[in-house]
């Protein structure tokens, strides 16, 4: 996996040999940066389940201000800050994210945010996709441009809160294929 855009493109993010681990693809990371677009400059973000920090080092590269990541695995959480200190230094961007080694279900935080970035493990998805979504969209700015992305699998079709609606749904079809959803304020 590598970032796909902005001033650290191509570094390619280092992972660990977790089997919990799915990272989101290059080809959709690219096409839900693409349809963000310039919402992402400036932004503050929360990267929920971030893994190894696909989506939140992708939206450093592309111009966010600064992010959360929230990782619950200290082997993954180690390969995330290494990342973000390559990503950080190949672009000159000054390193005002924290990563928080907590578990994403068990989250506390009063901080309000500009996007969220959502990629929980699929079985998670299928059994608690909901609640994870209507949790999360509660920390997302009350603003028209801010942006919740959930990744899930293509199967799979989540009932957004009363207040949120989905933007655009991205991914290809095929049976174990990775979708995202942009949400956004109704």
């Given at each position: 996996?590598?970032?796909?855009?902005?001033?650290?493109?191509?570094?390619?993010?280092?992972?660990?040999?977790?089997t919990i681990l799915r990272p989101a693809t290059d080809y959709l990371r690219q096409a839900v940066f693409s349809?963000?677009?310039?919402?992402?400059?400036?932004?503050?973000?929360?990267?929920?389940?971030?893994?190894?920090?696909?989506?939140?080092l992708e939206a450093l590269s592309r111009g966010a201000r600064a992010g959360i990541f929230v990782e619950n695995s200290h082997k993954i959480a180690d390969a995330l800050q290494r990342n973000l200190e390559a990503v950080?230094?190949?672009?000159?961007?000054?390193n005002e994210s924290r990563i928080w080694n907590v578990d994403a279900l068990k989250l506390h935080t009063d901080e309000q945010f500009d996007l969220?970035?959502?990629?929980?493990?699929?079985?998670?998805?299928r059994m608690r996709g909901n609640e994870i979504l209507a949790q999360n969209a509660q920390r997302l700015r009350q603003e028209s441009n801010s942006r919740l992305i959930f990744e899930m699998p293509i199967d799979v079709h989540l009932?957004?809160?009363?207040?949120?609606?989905?933007?655009r749904r991205i991914g290809k079809t095929?049976?174990?294929s990775p979708a995202a959803v942009i949400y956004t304020m109704a």
């Open positions: 996996m590598r970032i796909t855009g902005g001033l650290a493109r191509g570094i390619v993010l280092k992972s660990v040999a977790e349809a963000l677009g310039d919402v992402i400059v400036g932004a503050n973000f929360l990267d929920i389940f971030a893994g190894i920090g696909g989506y939140g950080c230094k190949s672009s000159g961007i000054k969220i970035f959502i990629d929980p493990p699929y079985d998670l998805v009932t957004p809160p009363d207040n949120f609606r989905p933007l095929g049976k174990n």
